[in-house]
């Protein structure tokens, strides 16, 4: 299931990517220098070519470190599931995932949605921005509840036929199993893991396609060199976020390695894709604004939510760090230097 909704959301952004940058902006009004790419010293597309492979190269492998370190984690005693330290280093990833919605793709929506190169009506008459990260928040929400929903009453079905029998008997009877308060709530937990892990999937494969495509589309090799170093940085703390939690979701062997591998590949795919599109795509044409912008606004409001509400919030509130102050505050300064370190980046991705 996760691997054919991951499947579905790449197939309709990437239709959405395509149908966008090739529209006409003749209709136009904006400023003509918005629909051309502007004179730097450090625009240079044969320079920057050999860049974009390299940045290809270390994300892919970055984003395979740090989703593929906490699926074998269970070999490493000290970063067991269950163990303090792998719930620090899951708060820290959190706080990576939180930081990456705030300080880099809601601003980014800002400016783009903003920018002088829209006209002034619909675009400067509205907080598009805000209104659809809002949305974006409200309709995961329902995404995430109704999903869980869903697996429940899936999951559930095989319990019932055992609510029948009696607690006494003979022959093969005595064999039955009967769901206990606690078995109900292992599973319970473990489904709303499996639906943290499909959700956020979805949610940073498309914030990763549209890094990919912007770094992938400049020829700015100042920019490019930046880009390289912070989005590996990046990508390997999320992929540890993400990773925590196709782990805790206990999929099988395979699909733990397709989510794994879409995580992986998505941030070097969108590079290649904007790399093919990078004769027709403008970072600063219209059609590129509006697109990129809106899909930033919806990312933003689902890495919000998930970060604060099923990885942050389901934490702090668990059984774990309630029973324990030290901890608590442990996990808060992780969470702290996660988004403090994704604030600091800001300053170059």
Same mark, same amino acid.
């Given at each position: ?49 050999? +860049?974009? &492979?390299?940045?290809? !190269? *270390?994300? /892919?492998?970055? %984003?395979?470190?740090? @989703? #593929? ?71 995961? +929400?329902? &995404?995430?509840?109704? !999903? *869980?929903? /869903?697996?429940? %009453?899936?999951?559930? @079905? #095989? ?71 912070? +989005? ?88 774990? +760090? ?28």
């Amino acid at each position: 299931m996760a691997s054919t909704s991951t499947l579905l959301m790449k197939t309709i952004l990437i239709v959405l990517i395509f149908v966008s940058f090739t529209i006409s902006p003749a209709t136009s009004t904006v400023p003509e220098e918005c629909a051309s790419e502007s004179a730097h010293p450090c625009v240079n597309k044969a320079k920057a070519l050999p +860049l974009k &492979i390299i940045a290809i !190269a *270390t994300i /892919l492998v970055a %984003s395979m470190v740090g @989703v #593929g370190a906490p699926l074998f984690s269970r070999s490493v005693p000290f970063l067991r599931p269950d163990g303090d330290i792998f719930t620090v280093v899951k708060c820290f990833a959190s706080g990576i995932i939180l930081g990456t919605g705030f300080m880099h793709v809601l601003p980014d929506s800002f400016d783009m949605l903003s920018s002088k190169c829209l006209e002034e009506n619909p675009w400067h008459k509205f907080p598009f921005t805000g209104f659809l990260a809002m949305l974006s928040g409200l309709i995961t +929400l329902a &995404i995430d509840s109704m !999903a *869980t929903s /869903l697996y429940t %009453s899936k999951n559930a @079905v #095989g319990i019932v036929p055992h609510g029948h029998g009696h607690g006494h008997g003979h022959g093969p009877a005595n064999d039955v199993t009967f769901p206990t308060k606690d078995n109900d709530s292992e599973t319970a937990q473990l489904l709303r893991y499996r639906v943290i892990a499909m959700v956020l999937e979805l949610g940073i494969i498309v914030h990763s396609v549209v890094i990919g495509l912007s770094l992938g589309a400049t020829n700015d090799t100042c920019t490019i060199k930046g880009l390289i170093a912070a +989005l590996c940085f990046h990508q390997m703390f999320e992929g540890m976020g993400l990773g925590g939690c196709i782990l805790q979701a206990e999929y099988t062997n395979l699909k733990k390695f397709v989510m794994a591998f879409f995580f992986a590949v998505t941030t070097p795919f969108g590079i290649a894709l904007g790399i093919a599109l990078s004769t027709v795509y403008r970072e600063n044409s219209p059609n590129a604004l509006i697109t990129v912008g809106l899909l930033n606004a919806c990312s933003a409001g689902l890495l919000i939510y998930m970060a604060l509400v099923d990885l942050l919030a389901a934490e702090f509130m668990g059984p774990k +760090l309630q029973g324990s102050i030290k901890m608590q505050f442990k996990c808060f300064a992780a969470a702290l230097l996660g988004c403090g370190g994704m604030s600091i980046l800001a300053k170059w991705a």
